[in-house]
């Protein structure tokens, strides 16, 4: 025997229905503090901030490769040789 229950309700009802919490409020400020900092982080969007930042670290990041490439020689070179 197979029996169907069809209940046609909305979210609301369902979710009064069935005990759980309103969290519309909650889900509306979380909507409104995610909008207020995405604008306020458009600006790091721009073309010439990207490229300012990604200068300034790759300045740095190329300097710190290469130390530790030199090191990483300098202790490949120190292991191969028995002192």
Same mark, same amino acid.
């Given at each position: @025997? ?10 609301? &009802? ?6 759980? *919490? ?10 409104? &503090?995610? #909008? %207020?900092? +995405? %604008? =306020?982080? +458009? =600006? @790091?969007? %721009? *073309? /010439? /901030?990207? @490229? ?10 190329? &300097? #710190? ?5 030199? #090191?990483?020689?300098? +202790?490949? +070179?120190?292991?191969?040789? *028995?002192?």
């Amino acid at each position: @025997m197979k029996i169907t229950v069809e209940i046609d309700c909305s979210p609301i &009802e369902a979710r009064t229905f069935l005990g759980l *919490p309103d969290v519309s409020e909650l889900n509306a400020s979380l909507v409104e &503090e995610m #909008q %207020s900092r +995405m %604008s =306020a982080n +458009m =600006a @790091m969007l %721009s *073309p /010439e /901030e990207l @490229m300012k930042n990604w200068m300034a670290f790759g300045a740095g990041a190329q &300097e #710190q490769f290469s130390k530790l490439m030199t #090191q990483a020689a300098g +202790m490949g +070179m120190g292991a191969a040789r *028995p002192r």
